[in-house]
């Protein structure tokens, strides 16, 4: 996989891990494994050669690695090329907002943060998007758990 | 004292916000725009969404691959056939599994017809936003035909199940090919009359150009996908671009307009629908015979661990989904990266400075399913 967007990224970021995961069912070209304090200046790189964020979510790992993993997907459009960024984010800290370089990003991370509590910092509306106002709760956290437990099927029914 | 009766300064004692929605008829199922207004003029509006959340990325978390397959059609409930093959498909690729030729095309058909019957519905309904109740009874009534059509196969309406890993769950019969073909040229003499009802109709035209711009630039910013973006002059299409399934076997145009405005938006779908036709023909034309499941599809659906990403083309736009697998029959974790989403937010930019009866027209020309963007 060779893009001009990883040179300048391999060259102004040394610490950036980068998988290339063009022919596998990943489903995205590139993965890469960025540093919380890297990632605004990743998001600007990507910005600036064109990218779109297209998706934004965030995994709860708190039960093994103690952190939540943020997963960003930047895709350029034409032709299609899609990088996944992956930034930990330990439990009880922020991640720095990139909404000011990708408007998408507003309503990305408000989710992020209505369902697992995780705050970016300089957000500009740091608010619940799908829950009600004034919840105390996150219900994607692998803690929150549900009301029966897993769905019983196949050989256990 | 509440917001909405409180008088302000002097200079902005004519402002005022007003609440649209939850109820309101305009706004597709339970959205609620919060605008700040000044005579009829908007100058801020903040869409509120949340209030059909139901969850689901929770409940993939509570249940193996196979039981979340009921839920896929329930997010995007009008184009509830490309989401459940879609996820079908999604599963395939990471695990690996070869789909029959006829199930493919099957697959084609179904998918194809869903996206008319999405875009019949948005049709009428946009026009009934606007007062105009004849073409609402037009489109429903060629709905219906399709909706019959899908039930023949697949036994429900509108929350689908029809796909399964592998296949599909019920071979097509001689019924549904000829009922599907004769509606295809039903609907095909039908459109010139839609145009003469509807797209001729200086009234309707009035009403829709000139407003709601979505441009490229804002098309970028906010990741717009579907007939929105390919209104703005982006030549996009997952099915053409990311070819999933079988979509490189078809010959079909993606259409696109340059204004990105409300009526731009209009003809992209109406040019869509005829494409769609055109390919559920084809499909039809070359379908082979054969099985309509993979011969062996594992008891236990367990992918190797790891990060999966997938995208299908929707009604609306780009409909992704992120899939984390522990090795286990329970996923880790499903994200859905869901179109309307995205296209809504552009609504605090693009409804600024526009009057209240265009916000009608605007909201109803980018097609928002409120349960695909709550989830």
Request: aromatic share 10%; with cysteine; glycine share 8%.
């Amino acid at each position: 996989m060779s893009s001009p967007v990883l040179d300048i990224l391999w060259s102004q970021f040394p610490h950036l891990e980068s998988t290339d995961c063009a022919d596998t069912a990943a489903g995205c070209h590139v993965s890469h494994a960025c540093r919380r304090e890297d990632l605004v200046g990743i998001s600007t790189v990507f910005r600036e050669s064109g990218y779109r964020l297209e998706m934004l979510t965030c995994l709860d790992e708190r039960a093994g690695r103690k952190m939540f993993r943020l997963v960003y997907h930047f895709t350029q459009i034409d032709p299609v090329e899609r990088h996944r960024v992956l930034v930990d984010v330990p439990v009880g800290e922020q991640a720095p907002t990139i909404s000011h370089l990708f408007e998408s990003a507003n309503w990305y991370e408000r989710e992020v943060y209505d369902m697992f509590g995780v705050s970016f910092s300089d957000h500009p509306d740091m608010t619940r998007i799908l829950t009600e106002e004034g919840a105390d709760y996150h219900p994607l956290l692998k803690d929150f758990g549900t009301i029966d437990g897993p769905v019983k099927g196949g050989d256990d029914a | 004292m509440p917001e909405l009766i409180r008088v302000g300064r002097d200079e902005d004692r004519d402002t005022y916000h007003l609440n649209m929605g939850p109820q309101h008829p305009s706004t597709h199922g339970v959205l609620r725009l919060r605008l700040h207004l000044k005579g009829e003029v908007i100058l801020s509006a903040d869409p509120i969404v949340g209030y059909s959340h139901r969850a689901h990325e929770k409940m993939a978390e509570n249940r193996n691959y196979i039981q979340f397959l009921p839920n896929t059609s329930r997010m995007d409930y009008l184009s509830g056939m490309i989401y459940n093959v879609g996820y079908c498909q999604a599963i395939e690729k990471i695990i690996g599994l070869e789909v029959p030729e006829r199930a493919e095309y099957i697959r084609v058909i179904c998918c194809e017809l869903n996206r008319i019957s999405s875009h019949l519905l948005w049709y009428g309904t946009l026009l009934m936003d606007l007062g105009g109740f004849t073409p609402f009874l037009y489109c429903f009534e060629d709905r219906e035909r399709i909706l019959d059509i899908l039930d023949l196969v697949s036994g429900s309406r509108l929350t689908y199940c029809y796909g399964r890993f592998g296949g599909v769950t019920e071979d097509v019969d001689d019924k549904f090919l000829s009922e599907t073909l004769a509606f295809c040229k039903h609907l095909r003499n039908r459109l010139p009359e839609y145009d003469d009802l509807v797209t001729n109709n200086v009234i309707f035209q009035n009403r829709c150009k000139g407003i709601g711009h979505i441009d490229k630039k804002t098309c970028h910013e906010f990741a717009v996908t579907g007939p929105c973006q390919r209104a703005a002059g982006e030549k996009r299409d997952v099915r053409r671009d990311e070819p999933y399934g079988i979509y490189d076997r078809f010959d079909f145009k993606v259409p696109t307009r340059t204004g990105g405005d409300c009526f731009d938006r209009f003809m992209v779908r109406v040019e869509e629908i005829s494409e769609s036709l055109s390919i559920v023909e084809q499909a039809i034309s070359k379908l082979p015979v054969g099985p309509v499941m993979a011969p062996k599809v594992p008891r236990k659906i367990a992918p190797a661990k790891g990060e999966y990403y997938f995208a299908v083309e929707s009604a609306r736009g780009h409909f992704g989904m992120y899939i984390v697998s522990n090795g286990t029959e329970i996923p880790e974790r499903m994200h859905f990266r869901t179109p309307s989403f995205s296209n809504l937010a552009t609504m605090r930019r693009v409804l600024k400075g526009s009057t209240i009866s265009d916000t009608v027209a605007i909201l109803g020309s980018i097609d928002i399913v409120l349960p695909e963007i709550d989830r």
